[in-house]
């Protein structure tokens, strides 16, 4: 019984492995439909007349390969909206991936027509050149094909038949001869890669990077159209093409103009950019638009109010302006905070011409300001809210930058001003500065009657000993 045991203990142990490995493995393999690029099955629904949405798979595709599936036929010109168009039904008709039926159908003569067949089939087979190290050039390959090359005999065998069928289908019979890098464009137009950087890195039309060695020979290349991809932690490319950028597809071509405020110069850049996807072919700078500079100026000065000339006139007609809304909702809010939100609408016309932020320095702000308010609210601003407040001896400056507006004047100015003078009718406090023959105040009231009746003494004793030449009468109201 031992001897065998002995003998049943390795099957008992292999059962146990088996059983532990499975135990380890998903229940069952996910339907390939889970798994697959969908744009051929997007387009052969499309082409029957029912979307997929509406069929029913025992296993419905997911929503995010479907709208990846729409979006790369959007791309290749077999869909329009929901629609399939006319290129998308021969695309459909030729029976292959809609990238290579797209390539085959930009061919426009025979012999690129043969060509791309040539490509397609290349591209759905193993590479014939098997190396790891093989350079990248489809050429090469396409050279192997015309046996002008040596390359995997059982590889070419089968690209030559799936060629001959595509031969067929596009009714061509001519040598096939002519660029390449065109036609993968046409499948490929989000694997056009523009070197960057180091020897052999390449950024694609459609985002991200990809690499070549860089002793290979197309790692020096401006352009590519690549045809195959090996993906990993980085993409390095397998099947590539020099392209010209003459040869670049020029309905995918964009032209933007952007203009910015640079801070450094205080002037408006404008740079013209040709892109392709997240390519940028063309950078160029170009003379600004003057009215859009005048906007971006504008901008520029309303995130930085203090660029412009704000005198002392300027800040009393803002605090002014406040006050006199306060009474009447009506009067124009002239507040930083206002003039930022709208500084393009009062702003901007009065920079057209100019080149500089520091244009805006020139401008006479008062001016600017009090236009804002319309001739009826600054002529009742100057009526309500003067600047200067008439006295039997002179007038006094208001300056309504304090919590109260505050007159100030020498106080000989002051004399005979019995009553104390009203802003707003009265709707607005004032406060008087009297000030001594060197300009510094002596006594700040709000009520001159009972100043010139009250501490007005003690200031008059202080004054007198001070300024003796100067009158400081008992009673000057």
Known sequence: RAGRAGREAPGVAVRLWTEAAHRGLAPFDRPEIMEAELSGLVLDCLSWGTPPEALPFPDPPAAGPL???????????????????????????????PRLAAMMLAAKSATTQSL?????????????????DAPADVTLRLEALAGRRDADRGALSRIKQAAAQYRRRLRTTAPASGDPAPLLAAAFPDRIAQRRGEI???????????????????????????????????????????????????????????????????????????????????????????????????????????????????????????????????????????????????????????????????????ALLRGLLGWDHASRLDRDLPTHLPLPGGRAAIDYLPPVPLASARAQAFYG??????????????????????????AITGDLSGFWTGAWMDVRRDMRGRYPRHDWPEAPG
């Open 67 to 97: 709208a990846a599936a729409r979006t790369l036929l959007a791309d290749l010109g077999a869909m329009k909206g929901d629609a399939i168009t006319p290129l998308g039904r021969r695309m459909a008709d030729l029976g292959a991936h």
């Open 116 to 132: 791309a067949a040539d490509l397609a089939a290349l591209l759905e087979e193993r590479d014939p050149m098997r190396e790891r």
């Open 200 to 366: 052999g890195s390449f950024r694609l039309s459609g985002g991200g990077g990809a690499k070549l060695p860089p002793g290979d020979p197309l790692a020096k290349a401006s352009l590519l159209a690549i045809g195959a991809l090996e993906l990993g932690a980085s993409a390095r490319i397998r099947l590539a093409a020099p392209l010209d950028i003459a040869d670049l597809p020029a309905e995918r071509i964009t032209e933007t103009v952007e203009s910015g405020f640079d801070s450094v110069s205080g002037t408006v850049l404008s740079r013209r950019r040709r892109r392709l996807g997240a390519l940028v072919l063309e950078d160029k700078t170009i003379p600004a638009d003057p009215q859009e500079t005048a906007l971006i100026l504008a901008d520029a000065a309303g995130r930085k109010l203090e660029v412009l000339d704000w005198t002392d006139s300027a800040r009393q007609l803002q605090a002014r302006a406040a006050l006199l809304r306060g009474i009447d909702p009506a009067v124009p809010d002239l507040s930083d905070a206002s003039l930022t939100a709208s500084v393009r609408e009062w702003l901007a016309p009065h920079l057209l011409g100019t080149m500089k932020l520091a244009d805006a320095a020139k401008l006479d702000l008062h």
């Open 417 to 442: 001003q019995r009553t104390t003078p009203l802003l707003a009718g009265g709707r607005v406090p004032l406060q008087f500065a009297l000030l001594s023959p060197a300009g510094r105040p002596v």
